[in-house]
Every structure is written in structure tokens, then in C-alpha cells.
């Protein structure tokens, strides 16, 4: 049995966060999913699986039925099972303890992927300082993460302009802070290599995924932001080093290769 059982749509890189710490940390995880447009075809649970065709429009299934709030639309099939131990509602979603134990938000769920394994102290910082420091930047980076969604749904509608807008902004001040960061230390968060770097990565790698609007923005008159990366020197070197660790590669690599900074 895993120590953690992580429901996501695949591939995603909030969900690589585990994945990436639990290769340093040596927690065991098992992963149920799949691509984006097949989760609202799929009954979320702990026992997450695809709807058998002879399930659909029953009165069984459809008491799980939910409207779609954010990344999806219309109609979604979560377990009260699920929204107990995961009460926004969201995934990536993971439970512990044969599923008794719910948690949400992939920094949180990073953490315990991280905390879980016998090496958890390599990636999670020795002292209750250290720790926070990590925090600091963990929490920092959701502020980051938390515009990326709204601007990455907006291409080509009419918002677009506006959340791009806000997303240059954090781009901006969350990379103006990680180079500042990084003059001084080797990683992130001091000088070892930290969750604080898997969130930069992560997100970063999600950021890239607008790579895939480049059309729309271009006909909204509005540039792609990650060619910006190489502004901020030191941190895109950092990203650059992060692609050569091969327990970043093994999930991030096509990211890295979209970013221009894979070996
Ligand atoms: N801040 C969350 C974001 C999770 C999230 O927004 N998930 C969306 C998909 S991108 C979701 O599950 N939506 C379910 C719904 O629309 O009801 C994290 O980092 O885990």
C-alpha cells in the first residue's frame, strides 16, 4: 500500500510537486487519473475510476452530480465520500490512511509526500527555522500560482487583456524576488535544494503551458510572458540546473525542453 493515493488529471505539473519530492524523500505514491477531458467522464473518489456506460444517467450516479467550478465545465461526479475528506472540491486530491484522511492543494499535499518518507529532512529543512523559511516561500509561490489559472482560461476571450495584465504583475514580483533569493543562496531557500525549489519549477512549468495560447495572444496583442524568463538571470540558470536533476526530469522534462532549459 502507497503512503499517499494522489487523484489528478494527468499530466499536470501541481501534481508533480509530490512527485518530484517523494523521489527525494523515498515516500511510496500511487496515482489515479487521466487526461483533462476524460476526469468529467470519471467518478471522483477515493476510488477514483472511469463511469461505466451502463452507470450514466442512473439515479445512483447522478445524486454525485456537481457543477464544474474552476479548470472544468458542466457537470463533474464527486463522492460525498470526496468532498468529505476534500471539501473544495478540487484535485489534484490525495488521502492517507485507506483513504480516512483527506488533503488538498498540491503545496499541501507536496508536503506530505515530502514528510512521509524516510528522507524527509533532505528536502523539508532540519531546524523549525529552516522549515519556515521554506514555508515562507511556499506560501509565496501560491501567490504566484494563483494568477496563472485565470490567465492561462482567458486566452482569447474577452478578460484577456486583464489577466494578462495581472499576471505580468506577479510574474514579475514573484521572479524579481526568487533572483534576489538566489544571489545570495545556492537553493531557494537556503543551501539545499528544498521544496521551495520543486514549487518554483512546478509552477514555472505550468506558467509554459501558454505555449499553447500562443496564437491568442498574439491576436490579442499581448506577448507570452515565459520568453521573459531570461530577464532574471540568476533564476533562469537555477531553473536551468533544476533540468539537469534527474528527479525533476522525470516529470518535468517536456516542460523544461517547452522552456528552453532542459540538457
Ligand atoms: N490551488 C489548487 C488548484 C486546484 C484546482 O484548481 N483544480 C481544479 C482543476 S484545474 C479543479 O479540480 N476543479 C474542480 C471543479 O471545477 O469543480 C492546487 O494547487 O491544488
Known sequence: MADLRIVSY?????????????RYSGATLEVVGAKPPEMPGWLWDYDARPIDEAERD???????????????????????????????????AAFGDDGALGLFESNSIMRAAARLGPNAAAICGDTPLEQSRIDAFLDRTLL???????????????DAAQTHATMRDTFESY??????????????AGSALSLADIV????LA???????????LEESGLE????RLPEYEIAAAHLGRLAAEPNFAEDLGPYF???GVAN
Open 10 to 22: 494527468l499530466p499536470n505539473p501541481r501534481l508533480y510537486k509530490a512527485t518530484i519530492a517523494a
Open 58 to 92: 442512473t439515479p445512483e450516479l447522478e445524486r454525485f452530480a456537481r457543477t464544474a467550478r474552476r479548470g472544468f465545465q458542466g457537470k463533474l461526479y464527486k463522492t460525498d465520500r470526496f468532498l468529505e475528506a476534500n471539501p473544495f472540491g478540487d484535485i489534484p
Open 144 to 158: 504566484f500560482a494563483r494568477d496563472i489559472q485565470p490567465y492561462l482560461f482567458s486566452a482569447g476571450k474577452p
Open 175 to 188: 521572479l524579481a524576488g526568487i533572483e534576489r533569493a538566489l544571489s545570495t543562496s545556492e537553493f531557494i
Open 200 to 203: 518554483f519549477a512546478c509552477e
Open 206 to 216: 505550468l506558467l509554459s503551458n501558454e505555449g499553447r495560447f500562443l496564437e491568442q
Open 224 to 227: 507570452p510572458l515565459m520568453p
Open 257 to 259: 525542453a517547452r522552456m
